[in-house]
């Protein structure tokens, strides 16, 4: 499960509602992660669609308009491969159990049962 909230990331968030008692600090950690992963992603995905829109409130051309957009689905082309090459190298690794750090996720302090 921990290796489909990186490409899912509504399962992390899920989790993150309703954790499950049982689970690992290993298994936490990694929900964590995938949870901010795709909260990262969704939230650059969202302003990857919205900047074009907010730039044609400032450019009367139609001609401009027509390129602006085509930059900016080929800029949401290259936003789609990474997050899918990213997501698909964290969950291989979540898949075989190892332990890693998502670069720009912030460090745990510490958790609710003070284990991580």
């Given at each position: 499960m921990v290796s489909l909230a990186y490409?899912?990331?509504?399962?992390?968030?899920?989790?993150w509602i309703a954790p499950r008692k049982e689970a690992s600090s290993w298994y936490?950690?990694?929900m964590r992660q995938a949870l901010w992963f795709g909260n990262v992603f969704a939230a650059g995905a969202l302003l990857a669609l919205l900047?074009?829109?907010?730039?044609?409130?400032?450019?009367?051309?139609?001609l401009?308009?027509?390129?602006l957009?085509?930059?900016a689905m080929l800029l949401d082309v290259a936003l789609f491969v990474i997050w899918l090459v990213l997501a698909l190298r964290y969950s291989r690794r979540?898949?075989?159990?190892?332990?890693f750090d998502v670069p720009w996720v912030p460090k745990p302090r510490g958790s609710?049962?003070?284990k991580l």
């Open positions: 490409l899912a990331w509504p399962v992390a968030l899920y989790d936490r950690f990694s900047w074009p829109m907010l730039v044609t409130f400032f450019v009367t051309n139609l401009a308009t027509i390129w957009y085509g930059f979540a898949a075989d159990g190892e332990l609710r049962s003070g």
